[in-house]
C-alpha cells in the first residue's frame, strides 16, 4: 500500500521477486525502495541478483553493481561467489 509516498508491508512474511524485460528498466531502483520500506519496518530483509549484465574484476573476484547496491541495502547478508 502506498499513502503519502511512503510504502506499508503488512504481510509478515513476504517474498516479491523483481522482473523487467531489458536492462536499465528499474529493476534495481524498485527492489531497493521496496528493502528500504521492508527495512524501516523492522523487518528482515535480504536482496540478490541472481542474473547480471555486466561485471567488473575486482580484488574480490567478479562484482556486479546493482548486486553490491542490494547487498548493502538489505538487513541480513550474503557472502558473494
Given at each position: 500500500m502506498v499513502r503519502d509516498n511512503k510504502v506499508t508491508i503488512h504481510a509478515e512474511n513476504t517474498t516479491y521477486f523483481v522482473t523487467g524485460t531489458d536492462t536499465d528498466v528499474?529493476?534495481?531502483?524498485?527492489?531497493?525502495?521496496?528493502?528500504?520500506?521492508?527495512?524501516?519496518?523492522?523487518?528482515?530483509?535480504?536482496?540478490?541478483?541472481?542474473?547480471?549484465?555486466?561485471?567488473e574484476m575486482t580484488d574480490s573476484g567478479l562484482r556486479n553493481e546493482d548486486a553490491l547496491i542490494l547487498q548493502k541495502t538489505a538487513v541480513l547478508h550474503y557472502p558473494m561467489k
Open positions: 528499474g529493476k534495481t531502483v524498485c527492489t531497493r525502495a521496496l528493502l528500504q520500506a521492508a527495512n524501516q519496518q523492522n523487518k528482515s530483509t535480504i536482496g540478490y541478483k541472481p542474473i547480471s549484465a555486466g561485471c
